[in-house]
Nanobody, 125 residues
């Protein structure tokens, strides 16, 4: 089993930057891919970004492409989501997730089997 702990959310003004971290522990050798999702009040959880555990491939939602970057620290078993040029519509609870089944399903929650607790990101206008 994989455990995920997120940190780094907060309040930022429009145009600002924020970095969210996700530390993985447990059976990290089972992980094929890490994903980032977000969920705003009253909305479904939506895909933000994903990175293969070997960090060779990344994928991004069109809404964040060019503004968000996901990366991985191999030594710390930590994945990061660097967010820049933030907009009020980026306000949401951000979740990291791990795929240890190699589902090849990148952009929907069902493709992941472990989840972090979520961290709130609020962008003020």
């Amino acid at each position: 089993q994989v455990q995920l702990v997120e940190s780094g959310g907060g309040l930022v003004q429009t145009g600002g930057s924020l970095r969210v971290s996700c530390a993985a522990s447990g059976r990290t050798f089972d992980i094929y891919r890490m994903g980032w999702f977000r969920q705003a009040p009253g909305k479904e959880r939506e895909f933000v970004a994903a990175i293969n555990w070997n960090a060779l491939n990344t994928n991004y939602a069109d809404s964040v492409k060019g503004r968000f970057t996901t990366s991985r620290d191999n030594v710390k078993n930590t994945v990061y989501l660097q967010m820049t040029s933030l907009k009020p519509e980026d306000t949401a609870v951000y979740y990291c997730a791990a795929d240890s089944r190699n589902t090849y399903v990148i952009n929907i929650p069902a493709g992941y089997d472990s989840w972090g607790q979520g961290t709130q990101v609020t962008v003020s206008s």
